[in-house]
């Protein structure tokens, strides 16, 4: 079976670390919101050593912070840089509908800030993850078992090559 991995965009590629900042991506100064320290680089290997083309974005968002995070992939020349495809692009407006998105494309591994949004992949056999708050992660407890915790993206590269 084709190995594919999906990707969250806000929380992962995006650095939260940003909110409350003047470079927050809420703010008109979006484009200067910085990526998580690592990510680009990372997917660039996971490209090269596993998923070659069969890397995905998979977001929830509304229809303003689509366009703000296509332009942020843009600014940040993302799709250069990691190779990913700049088809491999999805969007959908509700926490839930990441799963049928996932069935769809067959992915076999995501990596995700919010364990509620992993609770709802029940077709991906690999689940990881990222940088979660505490609270989010003992409001949706119950899917713990599922998943792998990773911290950043030293640790995804770890686990997944
Ligand atoms: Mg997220």
């Known amino acids: 079976m084709r190995e594919r991995l999906g990707v969250d965009i806000g929380g992962v590629l995006i650095d939260r670390i940003n909110d409350d900042t003047d470079t927050s991506f809420y703010s008109d100064n979006y484009l200067k919101t910085t990526a998580v320290p690592g990510a680009f680089d990372a997917l660039r290997q996971l490209s090269e050593r596993r998923f070659g083309s069969q890397i995905h974005l998979v977001s929830k968002c509304g229809p303003r912070v689509e366009q703000k995070s296509r332009e942020w992939l843009d600014h940040h020349d993302f799709f250069r840089k990691t190779r990913v495809d700049p088809m491999n692009i999805h969007f959908c407006r509700q926490r839930q509908?990441?799963?049928?998105?996932?069935?769809?494309?067959?992915?076999?591994?995501?990596?995700?800030?919010?364990?509620?949004?992993?609770?709802?992949?029940?077709?991906?056999?690999?689940?990881?993850?990222?940088?979660?708050?505490?609270?989010?992660?003992?409001?949706?407890?119950?899917?713990?078992d599922r998943v792998d915790r990773v911290e950043s993206w030293d640790d995804v590269l770890a686990a997944l090559t």
């Open 97 to 144: 509908e990441k799963a049928p998105i996932c069935e769809t494309l067959g992915l076999t591994h995501f990596i995700d800030d919010r364990l509620e949004v992993l609770g709802y992949l029940k077709s991906v056999p690999n689940l990881y993850l990222f940088h979660p708050t505490s609270g989010e992660v003992e409001k949706h407890a119950q899917h713990l």
